[in-house]
């Protein structure tokens, strides 16, 4: 049987009852390592999986299935991915090639950032279409996600925002001479997302997004524990937030609809103290007492700049 494993998102111990119990019994284990990442080393979920893994890589996963699926009709053959297993189409593409070969398969499903990211307090069944947001360069800046978040706006949905990760990716150089020779990994900031975000806003200029009227939620490692950050403001807010304020990768962000409740504002009432904390400390230099009064003043700059935006610009009636 060939199955397809969600390990959540954080480490080794996210991993459910029954996926361990796969994995215990697999001949071959693989691990997806392309479409997002954990916050542990492979060789921590070899020991407490108490099984060699295999990395898959984009090549191997998209282009040589065939050796992943390589007997899985008669020995059982597991595919890790991290989150849920259905939180990539790539993992359908190969699910969809194991039944053309007449392969069982199974699916065991975990916590993926589409659920995780209640953690912001905003309420799941106000999302809309999740948007996908990939590096630019200087000659590709593709605009395609200002459409999906417009059209959640206009339904008054927030957008959740899947910032890009680069892992094992060649050069256009590399690429198109045939070298096997890849970029170290990048992934994409909370900062570099919001300039692209305002970046296309000002090419398109239709209003969907105001670096000052628009809220949004910046969410680093969830799932993490004591690792997981997550601030909220206006976008121009991040802007002036320090690179390390959101925390080592993976970063998502929420553009904040106008379908928003006022105990979705409340709940994000202590994310929006936390971003005027770090922006305020940042841009001063204080130091002993004067610096805690700063992070308090700081705080309730956040607070009261995440009400009055939801208040004025969302059309919230506020306590």
Known sequence: MF?????GLCDEKDITIRGLEAIKSATRVYLEAY??????QKAQLESFYGKEIIVADRDLVECGSDEILKDADKEDVCLLVVGDPFGATTHTDILLRARHLGIPTRVIHNASIINAVGASGLQLYN???TVSLVFFTETWKPDSFYDRIKENAEGGL??????????????????ARGRKIYEPPRYMT????????LEIEALREEGVLDADKTLAVAMGRVGGLDNQRILAGPLSSFLRAPPDAFGPPLHSMIIVGK??????VEYGEVFAETLGEVVALSESDLEG????E????????GREKWRDVASKVYGLVLD
């Open 289 to 292: 007492e004067a610096r805690y």
């Open 35 to 40: 479409t997002s990442i954990l916050m542990v």
């Open 294 to 301: 700063l992070r308090d003043k700081g705080r309730k700059e």
């Open 3 to 7: 199955f397809i494993i969600g390990l």
């Open 259 to 264: 379908r928003l409740h006022h105990l979705e």
């Open 127 to 129: 999302f809309g279409q």
């Open 158 to 175: 927030h957008t959740l925002l899947l910032l890009d990760i680069k892992v094992k990716e060649q050069s256009e150089e590399n690429l």
């Open 190 to 197: 909370v900062r570099q997302a919001v300039s692209q975000l």
